[in-house]
């Protein structure tokens, strides 16, 4: 009776260290997991805003004549026009925020286009453009957050 | 026949010694590998940010009036912009040339340095 007691008494005793083995093991997994979704969710997020805001930045520094920069109206929202004359021609590169897309549309300068002609980029909000003075303010918004990307366009009076 | 089950308990504990050092170890890279993103992310944020005061300094060419647009207070001639988690001091340069202003923008955090930039301008000629 007494040899019975002290094998089960350590067969319990195992069985619980058995069972903190497991929790601790469990608990490691669930934090490097926690930890690696954090990670990839801010580096997603983190590479979403810097593309968005250096793609904006390289158009911008790169229009053949930033006095040709300018914000119409596009559709159902406002579109940054950069226009340019190639080869005697006017063409103009609208970039705009259409249907959940950050798009791009390079054509001959005239109507007759809607924002569905125009190319995907990536997924974003909302764009919203607006200007002071020789100050073009891009506000991009993501999964609601919202990013905001300043410009000085040497070709825009005070 | 000899009782096996101290041996086999000595053996576990062992075991879940080991995996304490083991988890001990992970769990601080895991901190560490957080830690690290958050910096990065703030890095890359006070990089925008101070690209962005360094354009509205180029288009106002006047700190004062860039200062009233974005925010901020001036001490000592050093404009701050306190933002969430760091700082940007902005603190304006001799260039040498009376047509030419200079300023450098800066992002701090807890006085460390995160990004710098310096900037120039046009001056305005009255």
């Given at each position: 009776?007494?040899?019975?007691?002290?094998?089960?008494?350590?067969?319990?005793?195992?069985?619980?260290?058995?069972?903190?083995?497991?929790?601790?093991?469990?608990?490691?997994?669930?934090?490097?997991?926690?930890?690696?979704?954090?990670?990839?969710?801010?580096?997603?997020?983190?590479?979403?805003r810097?593309?968005?805001?250096?793609?904006?930045?390289?158009?911008l520094?790169?229009?053949?004549?930033?006095?040709?920069?300018?914000?119409?109206?596009?559709?159902?929202g406002?579109?940054?026009?950069?226009r340019q004359?190639?080869?005697n021609?006017?063409?103009v590169?609208?970039?705009?925020?259409?249907?959940?897309?950050?798009?791009?549309?390079?054509s001959?300068?005239?109507?007759?286009?809607?924002p569905?002609d125009?190319?995907?980029?990536?997924?974003?909000?909302?764009?919203?453009?607006?200007?002071?003075?020789?100050?073009?303010?891009?506000?991009?918004?993501?999964?609601?957050?919202?990013?905001?990307?300043?410009?000085?366009v040497?070709?825009?009076g005070? | 026949?000899k009782?096996?089950?101290?041996?086999?308990?000595?053996e576990?504990?062992?075991?879940?010694?080991?995996?304490a050092?083991?988890a001990?170890?992970?769990?601080q890279?895991?901190?560490?590998?957080?830690?690290q993103?958050?910096?990065?992310s703030?890095?890359?944020?006070?990089l925008?940010?101070?690209?962005?005061?360094?354009?509205?300094?180029?288009s106002?060419?006047?700190?004062?009036?860039?200062?009233?647009?974005?925010?901020?207070?001036?001490?000592?001639?050093i404009?701050?912009?306190?933002?969430?988690?760091?700082?940007?001091?902005?603190?304006?340069?001799?260039?040498?040339?009376?047509?030419?202003?200079?300023?450098t923008v800066?992002a701090?955090?807890?006085g460390?340095?995160?990004?710098?930039?310096?900037?120039?301008?046009?001056?305005?000629?009255?």
């Open positions: 009776m007494r040899k019975l007691r002290s094998s089960s008494i350590a067969s319990v005793a195992a069985l619980l260290v058995l069972a903190v083995f497991s929790m601790g093991i469990l608990g490691v997994l669930l934090s490097g997991a926690r930890v690696y979704r954090g990670l990839t969710a801010q580096g997603a997020e983190d590479y979403d810097r593309t968005c805001l250096q793609y904006l930045t390289t158009k520094s790169q229009a053949p004549d930033p006095a040709m920069l300018s914000i119409e109206r596009f559709g159902a406002d579109a940054l026009f950069i004359n190639i080869e021609k006017s063409y590169t609208r970039i705009y925020c259409h249907n959940g897309w950050l798009m791009e549309l390079f001959v300068d005239s109507p007759g286009f809607s569905e125009g190319e995907k980029l990536m997924l974003l909000d909302s764009l919203s453009l607006t200007r002071c003075g020789s100050l073009l303010t891009a506000a991009v918004q993501k999964d609601g957050k919202v990013w905001q990307l300043q410009y000085a040497g070709g825009w005070q | 026949m009782n096996r089950a101290p041996l086999a308990l000595i576990q504990v062992i075991m879940l010694l080991v995996l050092v083991a001990a170890v992970c769990l890279i895991f901190l560490w590998a957080d830690r993103a958050d910096t990065n703030l890095t890359d944020t006070a925008q940010q101070v690209q962005n005061t360094a354009q509205v300094l180029k106002t060419a006047e700190p004062a009036l860039a200062a009233e647009l974005l925010g901020g207070q001036i001490e000592n001639e404009w701050i912009q306190s933002l969430p988690g760091y700082e940007i001091h902005t603190v304006c340069l001799d260039s040498g040339n009376p047509l030419l202003g200079c300023a800066t701090v955090q807890e460390k340095q995160l990004v710098q930039l310096t900037v120039y301008w046009q001056e305005v000629v009255p």
